[in-house]
């Protein structure tokens, strides 16, 4: 089929802006309209000659019409997007902290996703614990937080017969909390070596 012969006074798309197609452009196409051979329709974001009269055939049907749509060249490739938060390992995550925060404290995630200091004398922090900071970090910057698992620090001094507990602050302690909540963080391996394993939190009268 001639497409010029089809198309009266048809034009071109540039820029996705439809030029001059004269008589021969109905508009985008529709259910229920019959359509006659040469006339044409936008779809999609592209234009089509139907190639024999019909109804209910949308585009891009190729048995009832032709892709016309003239492209230019592909453009240029953008710049990189900005790059996202570094992945973390199986047993921990990366997040953006919210305040800053010390090495090996314990912390939650606020409700914008942050890492904040979890606190055992904040009942509305039970339940809640997250992790264990890998490392310091100030407001807004990427801080790995450790879920589950071994995490060593050559500052501990643990009694390997008692549990670790969420202190306050997003401290570690030996020290059953009195008020709030209390919550096992983990279990020492050494005295310098914590297996973070923690369990439900139990509200204290």
Known sequence: MNIIDAIINASIVKNGNILSLGSAYQGVWT???TYQKGQIVSANGNLFVCLD?????PPPDTGFWDDITMRGPTGATGPPGNPGSPGGSGNQIVVRAGQVLGSHRAVLLDSTGYAVYA???DVRHAGRLCGITAHAAVEDEFVTVHLVGEMIDSSWVWDLSRPVFLGTNGQLTQVPPSTGFMQVIGQPITAQSLFLHPKPSITLA
């Open 31 to 33: 259910t229920g309209v």
């Open 53 to 57: 009269t019909h109804a209910d055939h």
């Open 119 to 121: 606190d055992s004398s």
